[in-house]
């Protein structure tokens, strides 16, 4: 029901495949960047890129998804 509704809302699944490409390369940059950082903060970043690492897979179903409804 609700990737009928995103797909009728024109949602596109190529949307939510250029969000899961962006969201790996937000990753790997949180991660590189918090690799320079000195200190405590450095371990929060990299939880922050562990973080955002883990939006590809959600963002890559979803366009399976939408693929399909889009197909149908």
Not at 3 to 29: D, Q, R, V
Not at 31 to 38: D, E, M, N
Request: aromatic share 14%.
């Amino acid at each position: 029901m609700l990737i009928k509704k995103l797909s009728e809302a024109g949602f596109k699944s190529e949307y939510a495949y250029i969000g899961a490409f962006a969201s790996i390369g937000l990753s790997l940059a949180t991660y590189f960047s918090s690799r320079a950082k000195k200190g405590d903060d450095k371990a929060q970043s990299d939880r922050w890129g562990i973080f955002i690492g883990h939006w590809a897979p959600t963002f890559m179903a979803l366009g399976v998804a939408l693929k399909l409804e889009e197909e149908s």
